[in-house]
C-alpha cells in the first residue's frame, strides 16, 4: 500500500506542476472553455498557478517517509477538498461550469478521501519511533 500511494503522490504532484506550468505559460489559454479576459484575470490565472506547483512540490516532498508525514498529506488533502468545495460554491453562485470542471469537481472532493485513508492506512502509530 505505502509503495502504492507513493506512486500515486508523485504521480499527482507532477500532475499539478505540469498544469500549473501550462497556466503561467499560457495564462488563462490553458483553461479549457475559456474566453478571453482582460489582463487583471490573466494576471490572478498566472499568480495562482505559482501556488499549485508549489502545492505539487509540497506533494513530492511528502513521499520521502510518507509514514511520518500524516500532517502534511492531510493538510494537502483537505486542501485540495476546500478547492472542490469552491467549485460548488461557483456553482451555486454562477451556475455549472462545463462538463470538464465539473468532472473535475467531482476529483476534487474525492481524491482527498482516498489520500486520507491511503495515509491512515500507511501512517506510524502516534509514539513510535517512526511518527512526527
Known sequence: MKKAFQAF???FGVTTILIASLHVALGP???PGS???NATMDSEDRFYATLF???GVALLWCIRD????SAAVYFLA?????????????MLAVGPP???FIAMMSLELLIPLFMAVAQRRIS?????????
Open 29 to 31: 489559454a490553458a483553461i
Open 35 to 37: 474566453i478571453r479576459v
Open 98 to 100: 462545463n462538463a470538464f
Open 66 to 69: 510518507v509514514e511520518r508525514k
Open 53 to 55: 506547483a508549489a502545492y
Open 9 to 11: 503522490l508523485g504521480l
Open 78 to 90: 483537505g486542501t485540495f477538498f476546500a478547492g472542490g468545495l469552491a467549485r460548488v460554491v461557483s
Open 124 to 132: 506510524a502509530p502516534p509514539g513510535s519511533a517512526q511518527h512526527t
